[in-house]
Every structure is written in structure tokens, then in C-alpha cells.
């Protein structure tokens, strides 16, 4: 590229989420950065951490004016400010209006439909969706008549998510209204090109690379595995969001049972309460351990080998990304998709970031910008045994999620 180095504005900059997007970022060179928050001081003191190629800039994400005074001028605006149900669409359409790119950690689609003039948008840029999405292209990159490689059109993949960690109350906002805005299918597989509901139950003692104790996994088939599981051509997807404890479980059933998680005000199961009581539960699950993220992601063949002294027996492929940070994470995977967007690497139109950003490049940053995180990608034994999973029966039980 010739001329100014590229403008990302990051919205949301000084908050955990933000600010490890920032860092990505600045140590790449070759960028400018506008951090941007309610509160300028805090804005500048972040800008000023970064050093002489960031500016702190008052924006507040809720306010049309400020909003476009801060895109004005950006060529990229990452959205990393929440919760994200209240700000809807209002950042993307701002910088549609200013005619600069937008990359959005969460899903940012808002219910009017694409604003006029946009072009580039990259979506869902996180861990769940995000880093979710790449596990199975991980798995399939260069798969292509590999011997011992399980080939797409006959094989299966299976991804767990599990994580341990108080929620902020945000976060738990967020998280209880994705519960009722169509992300996904609960108990559903994906088989044969379609989406098929009620094929799976609630696994039980579940155990899932990575963590330390089994688990409790609920089936649910997101809108994200399902795209790619299209785009892939696998024969079979299966997803599985995990609990390590009973109380953010506990706490997301009876949410889910008092139904209206989108109904207003502070009253006895409101959305307001319903969220303390989620970050309260998360905060008493991890009490005393040591906070994780983990995705883990296992592709094999349909049909096992029979012959394990064949030349080339089929193996079951797995990959692995575990870290303790969920919002650094984020905030890498973020500052991947902005930067490149930014550099021009990513066509004009509306993207997931699961299906555009380079695997291998989103896991060497996670690597290389978060120390401990661990992210690997192996093959194992031939499989002649399928991955356990629970299959719909007359005992079936609904998943929170």
C-alpha cells in the first residue's frame, strides 16, 4: 500500500477486549490507531501506553454525533464495545455513513439489514463465533487426498466449548440474549447436507482434551459450524457448548425456564437479575481455580478403518486452543481481522470471520501475543472407534443451549 499508513478506530478501546486488540495491533507497525471510549482520559492514557501511533478519542457508542465524529477519517472501524444487544448495528452503520470499513467481535448484524454503501465487513471476529468456526478448517486445510487424512465428504467433525471464568455483567448480558436471537439449533446435527433438530441429547461426564474434569455438554448446532460444514463439504457437524460446575448451568436453565430474557427492568427474573445471577454462579464454578477457555475439535472418518496394517489407515484428526484470557483471545482474533481488512486482504461485502481469515495466521497470533495459550493441531490413532457422543432417545433432555 502507498500513502498515510491505514486508520483503525477501535471502538470500545480501553476495555479488556479492546485494549488486547490495541496491543495486537500496534506491534504489527504499519498502523495508525483512534482508541475510543465514553471516558477521553481513559481513551488518551491507553493511546499514550501504546505509544506515538495511537490517539485517544472520546466516542460513545450510544450517541449518533459522537459516534460519527469518531469514525470520521478511519478506514477500519473494530467494534469492541458492548453489550452488543443494546448497540445492535448503530457502530457498523456509522461507519458505513463515513465510508469506512467495519470487523465486529460479535455478531453486529442488527435486524434492518446492510446498511447502503458498505464495504468490507467481517463479523463475529471472537472465540465463540470466531475461533469455533476456524477448528474445523483447521482440521480439513490441505486435506485434499492426504493419505491417512480423513476426507471431507466422508468424514465427521465434533467441536466442544468450554470455559471457566466469572462474567462480567456484560458479558453475561450477552450471553443470556444470544439464548433467544437464532444463533443455532439445540440438539441438532448437522447429516447428508441438511440441518436435522432433535438428533442429539445432553452428554453426561463428558471428557474434552484440555480440561481438567469431565463435563456436562449440551448439543447446539450453530448457524456458524452449519456454514461451514456447507462450505466444507462434511458429511456430519456436531457441536457441543460445555459446563464445568453446576452453578452457571443451574443458573442459564432457570433463565431459560422463566422464559422473556428480553423483557425490561430489574424485577425478579428480568434480564437485569437473570444477568447478576449469572455472573454470580460463573463467579462460584471458577472459585479458587485457575480462569480457561478450550476448543477442541475432532474430524474422523464415518466409517472406521478395518484394516489397522493398511498402508495408510484413516486417522482421526484433532485440534486443540486453549487459553486463560477469553477476552484476549478476542481481542487478538479482532485485531487478526481489522488488520487484515485493513491491509486490503480480505474481498469487499459481508463475511463471518470464520470463513475468511486464515486459520493458521489467527492461531500463530494467539500464540505469539498471549504466552500460555496452547493451540495444537495432531493426528492420532487410526480410527477404528468413533468419537462418544449422545444420540437422540426417548430420554432425551433440552440443552440450555
Known amino acids: 500500500m502507498t500513502g498515510a499508513p491505514p486508520v483503525i478506530g477501535v471502538l470500545g478501546g480501553y476495555g479488556a477486549v479492546g485494549v488486547a486488540a490495541a496491543r495486537v495491533l500496534t506491534a504489527g507497525g504499519g498502523l495508525r490507531l483512534r482508541i475510543g471510549g465514553r471516558d477521553a482520559e481513559a481513551a488518551a492514557r491507553c493511546a499514550a501506553a501504546l505509544g506515538g501511533a495511537a490517539a485517544g478519542v472520546a466516542a460513545d457508542a450510544l450517541d449518533d454525533d459522537s459516534l460519527g465524529r469518531f469514525v470520521h477519517g478511519c478506514d477500519v472501524v473494530l467494534n469492541c464495545a458492548g453489550p452488543a444487544y443494546v448497540l445492535g448495528d448503530r457502530p457498523r452503520r456509522a461507519a458505513a455513513a463515513a465510508g469506512a470499513d467495519y470487523v465486529d467481535v460479535m455478531d453486529g448484524s442488527g435486524p434492518g439489514g446492510a446498511p447502503a454503501g458498505e464495504g468490507t465487513v467481517v463479523l463475529s471476529a471472537g472465540v465463540a463465533p470466531g475461533l469455533s468456526g476456524l477448528l474445523p478448517r483447521l482440521l480439513t486445510e490441505g486435506a485434499g487426498g492426504r493419505p491417512g487424512w480423513p476426507e471431507p465428504g466422508a468424514a465427521r467433525f465434533t467441536g466442544y466449548y468450554v470455559s ?10 450477552d450471553y443470556l440474549m444470544s439464548m433467544d436471537r437464532g444463533y443455532g439449533t439445540p440438539r441438532a446435527q448437522w447429516r447428508d447436507g441438511r ?21 456436562t455438554a449440551h448439543p447446539y448446532l450453530t448457524r456458524e459450524l452449519t456454514a461451514q460444514a456447507r462450505a466444507l463439504g462434511l458429511a456430519e457437524a456436531r457441536w457441543y457448548n460445555a459446563f464445568d460446575g453446576r452453578h452457571l448451568l443451574d443458573a442459564l436453565n432457570r433463565s431459560r425456564a422463566a422464559g422473556d430474557a428480553g423483557a425490561g427492568g430489574d424485577r425478579a427474573g428480568g434480564p ?13 464454578d471458577a472459585l479458587g481455580r485457575t480462569p480457561y477457555h478450550v476448543l477442541w475439535g475432532v474430524l474422523e472418518p464415518l466409517e472406521p478403518s478395518r484394516d489397522p496394517s493398511a498402508e495408510y489407515p484413516v486417522r482421526r484428526r484433532t485440534a486443540l486452543i486453549r487459553g486463560e484470557d477469553g477476552s484476549a483471545m478476542t481481542g487478538v482474533v479482532g485485531a487478526v481481522a481489522a488488520r ?8 469487499p461485502g459481508i463475511h463471518r470471520a470464520a470463513s475468511v481469515l486464515p486459520p493458521r495466521l489467527v492461531t500463530d ?26 444420540t437422540a432417545g426417548d430420554d432425551m433432555e433440552d440443552g440450555v443451549l
Open 195 to 215: 440441518v436435522v433438530p432433535g438428533a442429539l441429547r445432553v452428554a453426561e461426564e463428558c471428557v474434552v482434551a484440555g480440561v481438567p474434569h469431565p463435563v
Open 272 to 284: 437485569a437479575a437473570q444477568a447478576d445471577a449469572v455472573v454470580r454462579a460463573s463467579a462460584l
Open 365 to 390: 497470533a494467539l500464540r505469539r501475543h498471549l504466552p500460555g495459550t496452547v493451540v495444537t493441531v495432531s493426528d492420532g490413532e487410526p480410527a477404528r472407534k468413533a468419537v462418544a457422543v449422545s
Open 164 to 173: 471457566l471464568g466469572a462474567f462480567t455483567r456484560t458479558g453475561a448480558t
Open 340 to 347: 487484515e481488512v485493513a491491509l486490503g486482504r480480505v474481498r
